[in-house]
């Protein structure tokens, strides 16, 4: 028996939208049908994640939230196509539950997720600092950003982002880092509030969401890059992350990047989240690949909003 996470609706736009497709569509035993929201050019990683994890909640018998998971991204989906979830149940144990969960979109697999779920107990506790970071009243948010760009992409953005952004150090989003760094730090809250009493496994979800937009920046960071680095080719491939404490999404969450490594193609990224108080609340770490043209290869350009080097028009793209 499956027991489906019950999705609060809300009519703000557009994190209504977002909650609309975490409702799954129930069509067999442990099989879910799901849509994508608008995009650009190709599903975006994050929500076929919090997606699975929604999936994967409604097979749970006893009182268990995820506590980490484990994600490859096979290929790119198509945002005007359904998909199906479909969960398969690994283990429940006395204290843990595994599930494995397999995106599909007409027969192909677009994504593999492996989550681990556990309920409350005492035992040992250590964590983290935070670091130090400017509050978010304090900087600008992407909004103001997105609005002021002359580009179909700025505005689509301004549309229909559902977090309000706003970085510690100077944004990515029209030009490069005047400071390179392999770190950093941004706030991230919702634009309208996730109703009260919304199951943990949503707030969970949503984290899952949001965070994977954000990943890539510390390597674009350090390496003199931005989302208008005309030729840029960028993509997720492989994605995991840990809960160590119940998230309120609704509450400004620092966001704290670092970069240990880029080569071959690939960068690696850890991201950790904070409360405002300092709480280290959850974790990722995320592989991804990332080229611009030159030493022998060209990037693609279908990742961001750039100009065409030969022609100097803008472009519109998104991976």
Request: charged share 20%.
């Amino acid at each position: 028996m499956t027991r489906p996470v019950d999705i609060p609706i809300i009519s703000k736009e557009p994190v209504a939208s977002v909650l609309r497709i975490l409702a799954l569509e129930e069509i067999g035993e442990d099989l879910f049908r799901a849509h994508s929201l608008p995009q650009v050019r190709r599903v975006y990683g994050g929500q076929v994640i919090a997606q699975a994890l929604i999936a994967a909640a409604a097979t749970m018998d006893k009182p268990r939230l995820p506590h980490s998971f484990h994600t490859y991204f096979a290929r790119g989906g198509t945002p005007s196509l359904p998909f199906e979830l479909r969960v398969e149940r690994l283990r429940d144990g006395r204290s843990f539950s595994l599930r494995r969960i397999v995106c599909l979109q007409e027969g192909k697999e677009i994504l593999a997720l492996q989550a681990s779920y556990q309920g409350p107990e005492d035992g040992l506790v250590f964590t983290s600092e935070a670091p130090e970071a400017t509050p978010p009243e304090e900087l600008p948010s992407a909004f103001e950003i997105f609005r002021a760009i002359d580009h179909p992409v700025g505005r689509f953005l301004g549309k229909t982002t559902a977090f309000d952004v706003r970085h510690v150090q100077q944004s990515l989003y029209t030009k490069a880092d005047e400071n390179p760094s392999n770190r950093q730090q941004l706030w991230m809250r919702p634009r309208a509030t996730i109703p009260q009493g919304a199951d943990q496994h949503v707030h969970r979800a949503l984290l899952a969401y949001v965070i994977d937009q954000v990943m890539l920046e510390p390597a674009m960071r350090v390496l003199g890059l931005s989302w208008m680095t005309p030729g840029m080719s960028a993509a997720s491939l492989d994605h995991a992350m840990w809960f160590h404490r119940d998230v309120d999404i609704n509450e400004w969450l620092l966001f704290d990047g670092e970069c240990t490594n880029v080569n071959n193609g690939r960068t690696l990224v850890t991201t950790r989240v904070f409360t405002r108080n300092g709480v280290l609340l959850a974790e990722a770490t995320q592989q991804g690949m990332l080229r611009i043209p030159g030493h022998g290869r060209k990037g693609s350009g279908r990742w961001g909003f750039g100009i065409d080097p030969k022609t100097g028009a803008s472009q519109l793209s998104f991976a």
